[in-house]
């Protein structure tokens, strides 16, 4: 049954409220208003009811902030009442064009402040909320999910104050590897993927692509990013490599082991059009030295798609490898914050994953099932259908 019918037949969990910190404003706003068109649309046959007084609205955003002192401490305030709802707090921790004063000097907000900040929104809630579910599009601590030698388990002990605080739900996307999620093994953690998004996005900027074994390819940059390269080969029918980085591990440079080179594993590329998909660019240094090997191997065009575009170092390299021809497209979402100069770019194209957030939300507002949700494979079959018949 699809879900919207699904919906039909559901009663909500308790009326809907949406807290989207500072950071995430804008998201929260394309995901208020999806929801908004999703519900004046709806066919329920009960809307007179009491049950429904709440169900449509113009909005469902909330007023929330997250002052500073002048030594630079905070708190949350929420502007409305949250009591008997089922609230979702929405946060970017990688946002880092926030800003706030400590003693008269300007401090950019860090993964670590936009983190308190949540906890600062929960705890205003005050346990007053029917239901607290956080939505961390990029799961904060995530690369740091296990331990070797004498490290702390940040992720894992984020979690577990979360859960400790009361959130039910933790909904976050392509996390760098969701297994961290055995550190709350009683409680809800959903890890969803935008391979359909990256399809979409990548046939409206190239509407000649073709899509069969003879003209495309799927790269993994590294070994950790294999399965999302192999759901992509199967799900697209095409074959797939994969690099492996080989490291350094004699010494430590900005906290981990340098690359010594990328090895390729993998069907010759020659005259095909590559695919490369990775969970995120932070620098870019290790993606675009993969795209230029790639390029050496004789691959005709070359797509970047990932989850997270951090892009810590910049824009300079990547204008200057898309200059020299070893990069094409560059696919990334917008569930983080990406500066206005990304737009501007050429080679650069947005996933946009308001609405598929607005569907999670309203999914779990009415309790019912993500199977469809979390497995877009149906979706991208569709998409490449309507393709090759446009």
């Not at 699809?2 to 929260?28: F, R």
């Not at 400790?164 to 709350?184: C, E, L």
Request: proline share 4%; aromatic share 10%; net charge negative.
């Amino acid at each position: 049954m699809p879900n919207i019918k699904l919906m039909e037949s559901a009663l909500p969990v308790a009326p809907l409220k949406i807290a989207a910190l500072d950071s995430c404003i804008d998201l929260g706003k394309k995901v208020n208003d999806y929801i908004v068109t999703f519900r004046q649309d709806s066919l329920k046959k009960y809307l007179d009811s009491p049950l429904f007084s709440t169900y449509k609205q113009d909005n469902y955003l909330i007023d929330c902030q997250c002052p500073r002192f002048g030594s630079g401490e905070a708190k949350g305030i929420l502007g409305s009442s949250i009591r008997g709802k089922d609230l979702f707090v929405m946060v970017d921790v990688c946002n880092h064009s926030l800003t706030y004063t400590v003693n008269g000097h300007l401090n950019h907000m860090s993964p670590d402040d936009h983190y308190q900040d949540l906890k600062r929104v929960i705890s205003a809630a005050n346990g007053k909320a029917h239901r607290v579910n956080v939505i961390m599009p990029f799961l904060y601590e995530s690369r740091q999910h296990k331990r070797t030698k004498r490290e702390s388990l940040d992720c894992a002990f984020a979690l577990q104050e979360l859960v400790d605080m009361g959130v039910s739900n933790i909904i976050t996307f392509d996390a760098h590897d969701p297994r961290v999620q055995n550190s709350i093994p009683l409680h809800g953690f959903d890890n969803f993927n935008p391979p359909y998004q990256f399809m979409k996005a990548l046939l409206r900027a190239e509407p000649d692509l073709k899509v069969d074994k003879d003209h495309l390819m799927i790269v993994s940059p590294d070994e950790g990013a294999m399965h999302r390269a192999v759901y992509f080969s199967n799900v697209l029918g095409v074959n797939m490599g994969m690099f492996y980085k080989r490291r350094d591990y004699s010494t430590i440079v900005n906290g981990k082991n340098p690359i010594v080179a990328h090895e390729f594993l993998g069907d010759d590329m020659h005259g095909k059009n590559v695919i490369v998909i990775d969970d995120m660019i932070s620098s870019g240094e290790s993606m675009l030295d993969v795209a230029k090997k790639m390029k050496d191997r004789g691959a005709e065009r070359i797509f970047v798609c990932t989850t997270f575009g951090l892009f810590t170092d910049g824009f300079e390299k990547f204008d200057e490898f898309y200059a020299n021809g070893y990069i094409d497209r560059v696919i990334t979402t917008n569930l983080t914050y990406l500066p206005a100069e990304a737009y501007e770019k050429p080679y650069f194209v947005v996933a946009d994953m308001s609405k598929f957030i607005a569907l999670i939300i309203d999914s779990f507002n009415h309790d019912i099932t993500m199977s469809s949700v979390l497995n877009p494979t149906d979706k991208i079959h569709r998409l490449l259908e309507r393709y090759k018949n446009a």
